[in-house]
């Protein structure tokens, strides 16, 4: 766990006071308001420059994400063609079989070497 994590989580334990629904209707009546109402202006301009940091941070991460996203959807686009590659290998494989035959007929006997 981060030093940020734990940060915000005692904030909220602090902003939000009490338990089950009764401590989050404090809150909004009174908690978070409240609690940052008695914090100086240059507090609560850098709290306020932290969420805006935050926010830019989170835009940027789905932006990457929705980036890469666009590029995976176009790599499956290819798995149809995928598909079709097994069959064409095995004539492939076929066609090689013939020719190394025709290569060893070629060849026997070439240089004095009889075939085996």
């Known amino acids: 766990m981060t030093v940020a994590t734990v940060a915000e989580r005692g904030g909220w334990r602090v902003a939000i006071p009490g338990d ?11 908690g978070v308001p409240s609690i940052l109402a008695q914090l100086p202006s240059g507090v ?15 835009e940027r991460s789905v932006n990457g994400l929705l980036d890469i996203a666009g590029k995976v959807g176009a790599n499956t686009a290819n798995i149809p063609q995928l598909q079709a590659t097994a069959p064409v290998l095995g004539l ?15 060849t026997d006997g070439y240089g004095g070497v009889e075939a085996a």
């Open 92 to 106: 492939i494989v076929e066609e090689a079989v013939v020719q190394d035959g025709y290569m060893n007929a070629l």
């Open 44 to 58: 609560q301009d850098f709290l306020l420059l932290m969420i805006i940091r935050s926010v830019g941070s989170i």
């Open 20 to 30: 089950g629904n009764k401590g989050i209707t404090d809150a909004v009546n009174g």
